[in-house]
Nanobody, 115 residues
Framework: QVQLVESGGGLVQPGASLRLSCAAS????????MRWYRQAPGKRRELVAA???????NYAYSVKGRFTISRENAKNTVYLQMSSLKPEDTAVYYC?????????WGQGTQVTVSS
């Protein structure tokens, strides 16, 4: 049974930092590209950051320079370090695992940026 379990969300003030984690089980983690998506109320789900099996990364323009995605294959975990958070970063953040023949979603973790 495949599980992706996100954690680390919460309520923070603008300018603060948060680190999201996504722990995977039931897959050979090192063979999966990992992504973080987010969905704000009334908006479409959007790709935030991605990391390939080899470690190369890509970011949405809106978070480039503020967010960092990383992976720790020994712990089957992908991270999203978020800094200089803005109210517009408020959303449910989802972890996504993709291989050539399978893909899986986590259940999401809420991030709220508000003063």
């Amino acid at each position: 049974q495949v599980q992706l379990v996100e954690s680390g969300g919460g309520l923070v003030q603008p300018g603060a930092s948060l680190r999201l984690s996504c722990a995977a089980s039931g897959i050979i983690f090192s063979t999966y590209a990992m992504r973080w998506y987010r969905q704000a109320p009334g908006k479409r789900r959007e790709l935030v950051a991605a990391i390939a099996t080899g470690g190369s990364t890509n970011y949405a323009y809106s978070v480039k320079g503020r967010f960092t995605i990383s992976r720790e294959n020994a712990k089957n975990t992908v991270y999203l370090q978020m800094s200089s958070l803005k109210p517009e970063d408020t959303a449910v953040y989802y972890c996504y695992a993709a291989s050539w023949d399978n893909n899986y979603w986590g259940q999401g973790t809420q991030v709220t940026v508000s003063s």
